[in-house]
């Protein structure tokens, strides 16, 4: 094959990749916008805005419940400024290696969330009422559970070797978690999407780390972040200040109770030890300094932080 062959191969490659993108978008833009209008509510949007494991199914689906009582239209989202667009969806390129090995639903998923981004991007600038409840946990409680969330994107040798609960899963995907998970996302997540998107400064008035929450005002929407950590016990609360709900609880789905890893990943959280370096990279973050106590920080480290060097038996 000469240069000019290859070049046009690539270029035919580019084109159709470009068709596909724009068929995708106009496809699931045309989904989104159209439930959007369906679920339409006049009083206004309410998204839980999460970074993903930390929660946000449960938490979106007791407010969907609950929506008798609010009548806010109820969705989850992401991401919601463009650097999170972009950032979305690299995840999914470094996950597959190429738009090709894309499966379908995920390159749906990928024009679903820009959809969301641009549908709260507009509520925000045309001032439409919008509430947005921030969920947060432990960064690398959040990392773990999304290493094994997404368990397809992990080498077949692995794969096979866990499925099968063979001696050695657990050192091997230590050393796979280590090496390739994208560790930074709780470490960036914030600076993406709330410092870039809201005319809030987060970091500036002290956050109640006795109550787990905090209501903040903006331009014609507001702002709840919560911890994970208390969210079961100060939920009623909470969502009486925030929505006016009476009675309010967390209905947990159980997400991972009948997944086929649900073993292997207690005993990964149950003897797994991370560095001192790691564990320093993901509590030094000043988000995690401001939501949490100097001490609730040492007491996840002491959940995570290897203090001899463990021989794991499996």
């Not at 738009?99 to 390159?107: G, L, N, S, V, Y």
């Amino acid at each position: 094959m000469n240069a000019w062959t290859a070049k046009l191969i690539d270029t035919q490659g580019d084109v159709r990749k470009l068709a596909e993108q724009t068929y995708y978008n106009a496809r699931s833009s045309f989904r989104y916008f159209k439930e959007a209008r369906r679920t339409h509510s006049a009083n206004g949007d309410l998204f839980v805005l999460a970074m993903g494991k930390v929660g946000s199914r449960s938490l979106t689906n007791s407010l969907a419940a609950a929506r008798p009582q609010h009548h806010l239209r109820v969705d989850k989202a992401h991401c919601v400024c463009k650097e999170g667009e972009q950032y979305y969806g690299q995840i999914f390129e470094r996950a597959y290696g190429s738009w090709d090995k894309f499966p379908e639903k995920h390159k749906f998923l990928i024009y679903k969330r820009k959809a969301q981004a641009r549908y709260i991007r507009n509520a925000l600038e045309k001032g439409k009422n919008i509430k947005i409840v921030v969920p947060l946990r432990d960064p690398i409680a959040t990392n773990v559970s999304s290493f094994f969330h997404n368990f397809i994107w992990w080498p077949k040798e692995l794969l096979t070797i866990c499925q099968a609960n063979a001696p050695g899963c657990i050192e091997k995907l230590k050393a796979h978690y280590l090496e390739h998970h994208l560790h930074d996302v709780p470490l960036t997540w914030f600076d993406m999407e709330l410092k870039q998107v809201f005319d809030i400064d987060f970091l500036a008035t002290e956050f109640p780390k006795d109550t787990g929450y905090k209501i903040y005002n903006g331009k014609g929407y507001e702002v709840m972040i919560v911890r994970l950590e208390n969210l079961n016990h100060c939920a009623t609360k909470a969502f009486k200040e925030f929505l006016g709900l009476d009675d309010f609880h967390i209905v947990s789905d159980n997400e991972g109770k009948d997944k086929w890893y649900n073993s292997v990943y207690k005993e990964f959280k149950s003897n797994v030890k991370f560095p001192a370096a790691y564990i320093d990279m993901m509590y030094n973050s000043k988000w995690y300094r401001h939501f949490y106590s100097e001490e609730e920080l040492q007491n996840f480290r002491k959940r995570w932080e290897e203090t001899q060097p463990l021989s794991l038996v499996h």
